[in-house]
């Protein structure tokens, strides 16, 4: 999934799109991260030892923040005097994504929470500058993960190949010299209303398949009728009904020797 064409698709579609948070379009894509990436974000915060009950000050580092999920329930569990004290830095790729963190960030009043620019697989940040680093549903479609564990940074991770087997994610992280490996899986189910909510929710990935895997031959022959015949296959499928989709996230943390 990670070669060099689904990667370039990739960016290009996260690239799309207002930046604004006036736009309804924009919400509904943090809505739709929370929804679906929420409930096991919350786990690895929580595993990685950061709750209600925390009261020391702390660093943390996250990388492939996207829109900011991590930031957001960091802010909900972490008591406002410890917040205060601690430092919350958000890295992504992705400039728009980026942007539209800082942005909620202002409008919400988070508390110490700042972003940018950065590659997890060279973040050029010094060693141990950060207490917690921590990674949301990315380690799957970067390019090199290796090079992430190489980072001179401690890593929390939620799982390419060795990133969807807890046994080969526990191996990686061993061969690379963390300790205290903790692996824990978390399954959700996500409601689908209607073949037309499918649609509206992973019409970008709809998208990005179709432009890494087709042909041009495939997209000139099926390309403009293809979202109507997927919505009536659904409807079909279903009944005219909704379903759930079910998943599975792999949540990972672990420590690096100082």
């Not at 970067?142 to 939620?158: E, F, G, K, Q, Y």
Request: proline share 4%; net charge negative.
């Amino acid at each position: 999934m990670a070669h060099a064409k689904a990667q370039d698709e990739l960016q290009k579609r996260y690239e799309e799109g207002s930046q604004s948070l006036e736009d309804p379009e924009v919400e509904h894509m943090i809505a739709q991260a929370d929804e679906m990436m929420g409930k096991p974000a919350r786990g690895l915060i929580a595993q990685a030892g950061l709750d209600h009950s925390t009261t020391t000050n702390f660093s943390l580092l996250d990388h492939g923040c996207g829109t900011g999920l991590i930031a957001s329930c960091l802010q909900e569990v972490i008591q406002p005097s410890v917040l205060s004290k601690s430092r919350i830095l958000c890295a992504d790729k992705n400039a728009r994504f980026v942007d539209i963190l800082l942005q909620r960030a202002r409008r919400d009043q988070w508390i110490n929470v700042d972003a940018t620019v950065l590659d997890a697989q060279d973040s050029g940040l010094p060693k141990h500058s950060f207490s917690h680093v921590t990674i949301n549903f990315a380690m799957h479609i970067i390019p090199d993960p290796a090079a992430v564990l190489r980072d001179p940074m401690p890593v929390a991770l939620h799982g390419k190949q060795e990133w969807v087997e807890p046994e080969s994610i526990e191996a990686e992280l061993v061969r690379h010299g963390f300790v205290d490996v903790k692996i824990e899986t978390v399954d959700s189910i996500h409601p689908v209303a209607n073949a037309e909510g499918f649609l509206a929710s992973f019409g970008m990935m709809v998208k990005w398949i179709i432009n890494t895997y087709w042909t041009m031959e495939q997209k000139e022959q099926y390309q403009d009728d293809f979202y109507k015949v997927l919505v009536e296959h659904l409807r079909i499928k279903h009944g005219g009904k909704g379903w759930n989709l079910k998943s599975t996230a792999i949540i990972v943390t672990a420590r690096t020797l100082q």
